[in-house]
């Protein structure tokens, strides 16, 4: 289900959706850095329930519990404060709405529309981006879905999920086209200098797909 989004078109979320479940092939959990009020974390946890429940109805024993530890799990992380400040490579006429602060909502709205919606809670960690480490993110990821708005923000994002992501494993960035934040192409772009990876843009989402 797409869920209604004010940040996220309806074609992009659909993307994210199929997107995510392409990456159910791939080894590890999923994550989503920038949550901002939920929705696209309720698609992704919709992918991944769907998931484990096909898995457990084809197991003799729950799927949390198995020798190859097959489950998947969503691992969702955000500021919940808002905006950042902005660093000069954000800066554009066309975004003087994003200010920090912007964007804030609290963890608890978050937890509600899950306990609302009937699913599962995942886990959700309360921090800045460049607070966290690898410590607090899941051993391996099959999918990234980045959603920072900022160059520093998804710079910290694209640092803290490259050492975890398992081959053909995917990374998702919104506002990659996105004028009013210019900040999220020139991170991106740094960052995939000479990275063996295959990209595509589809509207304001770039999709990078791990080849090692």
């Known amino acids: 289900m797409a869920w209604k989004n004010d940040q996220v078109s309806l074609k992009e979320t659909e993307y994210i ?18 949550c901002y009020r939920g929705d696209t974390s309720l698609c992704l946890a919709e992918v991944v329930e769907k998931y484990n429940k096909n898995l457990q109805n084809t197991s003799d024993e729950p799927v949390e519990n198995s020798g190859e530890n097959l489950a998947r799990k969503l ?8 905006l950042p400040e902005k660093n000069r490579e954000d800066e554009s006429v ?3 709405e994003f200010v ?4 804030g909502v609290t963890k608890r709205e978050v937890k509600e529309r899950f306990l609302k ?19 607090d993110m899941p051993e391996k990821i099959a999918f990234a879905f980045l959603d920072g708005d900022f160059y520093g923000s998804i710079k910290d994002s694209l640092n803290l999920v490259t050492p975890l992501m398992t081959s ?45």
């Open 75 to 82: 691992w969702i992380y955000d500021s919940f404060e808002g």
């Open 100 to 103: 920090s602060g912007a964007l």
């Open 17 to 34: 959706i199929d997107s995510a479940t392409s990456a159910l092939e791939i080894e590890g959990d999923f994550v989503e850095l920038g």
């Open 168 to 212: 053909g494993g995917v990374i998702l960035a919104h506002d990659y086209n996105n004028l009013a934040l210019p900040g999220v192409k020139k991170a991106v772009d740094e960052w995939l200098t000479g990275k063996n990876v295959k990209t595509e843009v589809f509207e304001t989402l770039i999709k990078i797909t791990i080849k090692n």
């Open 94 to 96: 066309l975004g003087k």
């Open 117 to 135: 919606a009937g699913l599962k809670v995942p886990i959700i960690k309360k921090a800045w981006f460049n607070e966290l480490t690898s410590d």
